[in-house]
């Protein structure tokens, strides 16, 4: 949650664009990732412990976006499909080894080493990037570069965010839907969002300025985006519920049987980025990408209470494709679409619409499990499941049930598999549809040839300000033909 807002911070008007270069906004991301992390290890209470995974996710979501924007200021746009290949094969291999060192170090050792575990390799990290990472500093003044920062904007971006995730995260959890609570968090979210929109209309240095969906072709990309974010969570969450609850499988087990989507996710991004480095062409990628997306997901509404290693893994591969093949090639596109100066707006503004789709499927995909298992009360009760056990299983509790689930009857278990696997099976008609639309909305994106050129942008309060003159120019012109066309219509 705490990444989702931080990532439109990252680099729009931010003081990596005002003040330096990304290189010390990178370091400094990274410090408060391992900071998060060493809080989060050494946590003795449960507050302590959110408020260490918070500080993380401030960390990690400026390291994800700055990443990319460096990569984007560093090669033209036809070598970063290759960069941004391996990219996503080194995230896509940590999430898949992941779960497996989390699951071992919690069953074996101590749940305090998934934290301390990040400690060695992010301070390898600092001393890389610190050593070898250099990118054009425009040494502007610090006091100049803050006043220069959308402060206002930057609150009212970051306070939506939090109020309308935190509403979804505590709708039917916490506490009710229709409780006062979830709904004016919500409502107060969306409030602020347009307060947000109207806001930086006029502001001087807007955090996402309104030239970034003054384009069609670039509006298309970021609605795919949020569609391809919204389905690619959903394997990720759901599969392993899908495996500990209907197939029986450990924790650790799970992050195993998972290793075909994570092996074929590292491939496909690999590949997909040396067929743009070669071709300089995208878009036939991410339209075939979202309809392989579309049928891996229809697929698995198939999944059911039967161990089928054929369809386990033949699935899994399927859908890694689709997934993995778009995560870096929407960023290559929207990059492509935008003047070179645009790139750090374009690409937060990217991971910060990724993020909020991640969050919100995560919360509707859960809505919709949760709607579904309730038609199977009266089945599990009727098979002896303690009432108060079924309440809790049908209020959030089948989510992480396994605990619950451990006492039942070989009959009992039977039975709740099979309700557990039907409950998936619709869910996954919900992202089924999602994906359809993301693959629709695809055909409005143009094509565009990527250039093999590649000139550095420059940031800093000097280029933001040319910048700005720029767009008041090309404003004044288009009003100034409009004004011409209605008078010489009146004439």
Known sequence: MASTPNDSLDKPKSPSDMNSSTEPILLIANFIFLIGSLVAALSYSLPMLIAGRAVQGLGGGGIITLVEISVGDMFSQRERGLFYGIYGAVWAFATAV?????????????????????????????????????????????????????????????????????????????????????????????????????????AKYPIIPRRIFGNVSLVSTFGVVFCHGACFIAPVFFLPLYFQSVLGASPILSGVWLLPLAISFTASGIIMGIVIQRTGKYLWIIRGTMALLTLAIGIMILFGADRNWGKIVVFQILLAWGIGANMQTLVICVQALVAPEDIGVATGTLNFIRNLATANSVV???????????????DLVNAGIPR???????????????????????????????????????????????????????????KKELMTSHETTKTGLEAEEAKRQKNLSARAKTEAHAINGVKAEDA
């Open 364 to 378: 509707f995909g859960q809505v919709v499990f949760q709607g579904v298992l309730h038609r199977h009360y009266g």
């Open 98 to 202: 992941g779960p497996i060192i989390g699951g071992a170090f919690t069953e074996y050792v101590s749940w305090r080493w998934c934290f301390y575990f990040n400690l060695p390799f992010d301070g390898l990290s600092l001393i890389i990037t610190f050593l070898f990472l250099h990118i054009h500093n425009p040494k502007t003044p610090l006091i100049a570069g803050l006043k220069a920062i959308d402060w206002i904007g930057s609150l009212l971006i970051v306070g939506a965010t939090l109020m309308f995730l935190l509403g979804l995260d505590f709708g039917g959890v916490t506490y009710p839907w229709k409780s006062v609570t979830v709904i004016c968090l919500i409502l107060f979210g969306l409030v602020t969002y347009a307060i947000f929109g109207i806001y930086e209309r006029f």
């Open 388 to 446: 108060d056990i079924v309440s809790r299983l049908l209020n959030g509790g089948a989510i992480g049930g396994s605990d619950l689930s451990s006492t039942f009857t070989p009959p009992q278990l039977a039975i709740y598999q099979v309700a557990v696997a039907d409950a998936l099976s619709k869910m996954w008609i919900l992202y089924t549809g999602i994906c359809f639309l993301g693959l629709v909305i695809s055909f409005g994106i143009q």
